[in-house]
């Protein structure tokens, strides 16, 4: 391997590895919010930090590479996607730590009922998954596997459509869920984010592998 290519390797694993955090976080947060572990949610809001580090390190590592380097046709599309993968997955752990606040600052656990009826445990998993799926299909160079994140995007979609409604019913059956439902609705509202970050890191799968940008052809401007 060449120089060039041993350093785009050790960049994909960094990112694979920030990958791995920003899941981990996510799946604290889902912990911390169904079982109301303050202290499982300060954790995440500690390991934040190296969510923010692992950003600024590989932002590094890109510019080095192309100063050093001057990298050409797929290194080049690689450096381009990795840069925008980076600050895409980022956001997503910005959402786990937004998330985690909830837990620290709501004053008792969320209502089992209040979970069901808004369907935000449902909601996060497939959040969960997508994010598993764009990390997968990172690995393995799957577009297939990247494109299928525009389909499984609908899900968190059609619940985020359905909140408001949900969240109203909530309320109207018992006032006192006024707080806990907007906490609920709030959440809600960020892991639909996931969908739009996730599917940000699908194009620029596809764009690294294919050549291909999809931010504006007919299969991006159809989920619009």
């Known amino acids: 391997m060449t120089q060039l290519e041993n350093e785009i390797s050790a960049l994909k694993k960094e990112l694979v590895n920030m990958w791995i955090l920003v899941q981990s976080q996510l799946n604290k947060a889902r912990e911390a919010m169904?079982?109301?572990d303050k202290d499982l949610a300060r954790e995440v809001l500690v390991k934040e930090k190296r969510v923010n580090s692992f950003e600024l390190k590989i932002d590094r590592d890109c510019e080095n590479i192309f100063a050093l380097y001057c990298p050409v046709a797929i290194d080049l599309r690689f450096l381009l996607a990795a840069l925008k993968i980076n600050t895409n997955l980022e956001r997503i752990g910005d959402i786990a730590a937004g998330v985690a606040k909830y837990v620290i600052d709501s004053t008792a656990g969320f209502d089992k009922k209040v979970l069901e009826a808004t369907d935000v445990i449902r909601m996060y998993d497939e959040a969960i998954n997508i994010v598993i799926d764009t990390r997968t299909a990172?690995?393995?160079?799957d577009t297939a596997l990247a494109r299928s994140v525009f389909?499984?995007?609908?899900?968190?979609?059609?619940?985020?459509?359905?909140?408001?409604?949900?969240?109203?019913?909530?309320?109207?059956?018992?006032i006192t869920m006024l707080n806990e439902a907007l906490f609920m609705l709030s959440i809600i509202r960020k892991l639909e984010r996931i969908g739009d970050q996730s599917k940000n890191i699908a194009e620029e799968i596809i764009f690294y592998v294919e050549a291909k940008i999809l931010k504006h052809s007919g299969a991006s401007r159809a989920k619009a």
Do not use: Q
């Open 151 to 174: 389909k499984h995007d609908e899900m968190l979609d059609v619940i985020n459509r359905s909140a408001n409604t949900n969240v109203g019913e909530v309320i109207k059956a018992d």
């Open 34 to 36: 169904i079982n109301f």
């Open 138 to 141: 990172f690995e393995n160079e």
